[in-house]
């Protein structure tokens, strides 16, 4: 099961490579691809920087609300 398939799917939706969206929140490819698969935990700074990158709150991304909105 995947930890963080909210993730992918927004990377997927957006037609993005790993890469790219590693390059763009500044993480190398292979720890962005840990993330996305669920062997590693994202870190904080991590999540903010995907919830920005994607316009999305963190809450969105860990799958406690279905409301993609942020709340800014």
């Known amino acids: 099961m995947e930890k963080y ?19 763009a929140i500044n993480v ?11 062997q590693r935990m994202v870190p904080p700074h991590v999540l903010c920087a995907l919830a920005d990158f994607y316009g999305v709150s963190v809450d969105y991304i860990l799958g ?3 409301n993609k909105k942020t709340n800014r």
């Open 28 to 38: 190398p490819q292979r720890s962005y691809a840990y993330y996305e698969s669920g």
């Open 5 to 23: 398939k909210r993730i992918r799917s927004l990377r997927e939706d957006a037609d993005l490579t790993q890469e790219k969206v590693g390059r």
């Open 64 to 66: 406690r609300t279905n």
